[in-house]
């Protein structure tokens, strides 16, 4: 349990360090303010057309008396939405951080050279075009099984009392695992650690990946709340890689070596 304190420490600390350094935070801002315009414009789109699209797929029941005509489709068009929704939620993290590839990783080299004892950041050595193309790659495999834990867990959803209940909290630990390794893939691609190590890594730590990743999936349910606290997040991510893979900070060796000059 200690771990999940630790997790929401690392994510703290990451909007801390955004606010000491003003110019890197306004940078980070950009591809989230991006992403959000294109998905309010998609989300728009579906509320405007979304019974269209509905009707259209379902010419079956055109001839149905009324009210199931359009009690159906309604119901159809407000899961089409939720699944939107959810769908917008889940990846709103993947499709900032391909936008916002080159911002994110200056930033996060920023805060690596910050924390390091020798004040350096480790590089991946690729051509940016080959660096977004492994970042793109990687972020639709992880994609493809956020899809299916959340078909899984809208199913489940229509369960009575457990579907009310249990199954929302799941999925706020579901996505606040998937949040935290696009958002941890930033530091660890550069370290040149590919996707099922990075998985493997992160599920050791699942408890220290929860306290990190589902408070922040909570706060990304509202989009304008994800595009303010994404450069932060992406900087506590570097830090709890760093931690993950057991890298020395520079505080830690200050206070080791004024441990020594005390003894």
Same mark, same amino acid.
């Given at each position: 349990?200690?771990?999940?304190?630790?997790?929401?420490?690392?994510?703290?600390?990451?909007?801390?360090?955004?606010?000491?350094?003003?110019?890197?935070?306004?940078?980070?801002?950009?591809?989230?303010?991006?992403?959000?315009?294109?998905?309010?414009?998609?989300?728009?789109?579906?509320?405007?057309?979304?019974?269209?699209?509905?009707?259209?797929?379902?010419?079956?029941?055109?001839?149905?008396?009324?009210?199931?005509?359009?009690?159906?489709?309604? =119901? *159809? @068009?407000?899961? %089409?939405? !939720?699944? $939107? &929704?959810?769908?917008?939620?889940?990846?709103?993290? +993947?499709?900032?951080? #391909?936008?916002?590839?080159?911002?994110?990783?200056?930033?996060?080299?920023?805060?690596?050279?910050?924390?390091?004892?020798?004040?350096?950041?480790?590089?991946?050595?690729?051509?940016?075009?080959?660096?977004?193309?492994?970042?793109?790659?990687?972020?639709?495999?992880?994609?493809?099984?956020?899809?299916?834990?959340?078909?899984?867990?809208?199913?489940?959803?229509?369960?009575?009392?457990?579907?009310?209940?249990?199954?929302?909290?799941?999925?706020?630990?579901?996505?606040?695992? =998937? *949040? @935290?390794?696009? %958002?941890? !893939?930033? $530091? &660890?691609?550069?370290?040149?650690?590919?996707?099922? +190590?990075?998985?493997? #890594?992160?599920?050791?730590?699942?408890?220290?990946?929860?306290?990190?990743?589902?408070?922040?999936?909570?706060?990304?349910?509202?989009?304008?709340?994800?595009?303010?606290?994404?450069?932060?997040?992406?900087?506590?991510?570097?830090?709890?890689?760093?931690?993950?893979?057991?890298?020395?900070?520079?505080?830690?060796?200050?206070?080791?070596?004024?441990?020594?000059?005390?003894?």
């Amino acid at each position: 349990m200690r771990d999940l304190g630790v997790g929401f420490g690392y994510l703290v600390q990451g909007q801390r360090w955004v606010a000491r350094h003003g110019k890197q935070y306004g940078f980070g801002l950009i591809p989230g303010l991006i992403t959000l315009v294109l998905y309010v414009a998609a989300l728009a789109s579906l509320i405007l057309w979304g019974g269209d699209l509905v009707s259209w797929a379902t010419p079956f029941a055109d001839d149905w008396s009324s009210p199931w005509q359009g009690l159906f489709r309604g =119901f *159809l @068009t407000v899961v %089409l939405f !939720a699944l $939107a &929704l959810l769908l917008a939620v889940l990846t709103f993290t +993947a499709v900032t951080l #391909l936008i916002g590839q080159p911002f994110y990783e200056s930033l996060s080299e920023s805060v690596d050279r910050d924390v390091s004892p020798d004040g350096t950041a480790p590089e991946s050595g690729l051509p940016l075009w080959r660096d977004l193309l492994v970042s793109a790659r990687d972020s639709l495999r992880v994609l493809a099984r956020a899809l299916l834990w959340s078909v899984l867990l809208f199913g489940l959803g229509f369960l009575p009392f457990v579907g009310q209940t249990v199954v929302p909290v799941i999925g706020f630990f579901v996505t606040g695992f =998937f *949040l @935290t390794e696009e %958002l941890t !893939a930033v $530091a &660890l691609q550069r370290r040149g650690v590919e996707l099922r +190590a990075r998985l493997a #890594l992160l599920r050791s730590r699942k408890t220290l990946v929860w306290g990190f990743g589902t408070p922040l999936g909570i706060a990304f349910l509202v989009p304008v709340v994800a595009v303010f606290l994404m450069p932060g997040a992406v900087a506590g991510a570097t830090l709890m890689s760093r931690h993950l893979l057991e890298e020395e900070n520079k505080a830690e060796t200050e206070a080791d070596d004024a441990e020594v000059g005390v003894s």
